[in-house]
């Protein structure tokens, strides 16, 4: 294999330390090596940063593995050029497998230029990819939750849901708020809770809501109310963030 890079780093990360092999030397000779171990604490990251600094080594690899690599890209990126490269794409041969080994495969494979990287997005659309996912994740509990309310209605013999599409809409949020309260459901006391197009079936859903409603089905319904609250305040200020 041809080198290409006079000087680079192939770096072995793990959750609690990172093995760095950087070579150096001229193209058409065998490379000098040099192996140091760093902690991944932030402290000794800036040693990393600055000891490759020393030898005038700026163009570091390493393999993507799980999240671990962030917390190195991350202090790496401001004084080096970083390529994270697919683990299957760089898999060491099979054998005696050790992280020393590992690093300076890296390196060699850097050195050659045979370490295709992989696509990393600049710190404002990693923050912005932070929040999607987490709203994401959300909006997930919100549906858990949701469908957590319905399975108790349906189980107190409530079958809003049959005369209703949005059960968590105004009118819904109402009645829902009016069984956890205890209050005894009338058609006049419907009337006064159904809004807009749900006005005509006030008949059928004073029949609706005149169901078996326990205790443990008020406190359940109460609990994932105030549970979907807590959601929705929080993925509104998620979209605002946004």
Known sequence: MDAIRECCAGLDVH????????????????????????STVLSSLLEL??????LGCTEVAMESSGVYWKPVYNVLEASC???VANASHIKN??????????AQWIAELHRCGLIRGS??????????RDL?????????????????????????????????SDVFGVSGRLMLDALVNGEAINPSHVAELAKGKLRPKIPEL????????????????MKSLNHLSFLERSIAELERQS
């Open 132 to 164: 999607t996912r987490y709203r994401k994740k959300l909006k997930g509990y919100e549906t858990s939750e949701r469908n957590r309310i319905l399975k108790v209605l349906e189980d107190a013999n409530i079958k809003i849901t049959t005369f209703m």
């Open 49 to 54: 940063q600055d000891w490759l600094a020393e």
């Open 206 to 221: 004073t029949q609706a809501l005149n169901g078996r409603v326990k205790r443990h089905h008020r406190n359940m319904i």
């Open 119 to 128: 696509f990393i997005a600049p710190p404002e659309i990693r923050e912005l």
């Open 93 to 102: 041969l099979p054998g005696r497998k050790t992280d020393i080994k590992d």
């Open 15 to 38: 959750q609690a330390n990172v093995v760095v092999c950087v070579l150096s030397g001229p193209l058409e000779r065998k490379p000098k090596k040099q192996i140091r171990e760093f």
């Open 81 to 83: 050029k970083v390529t």
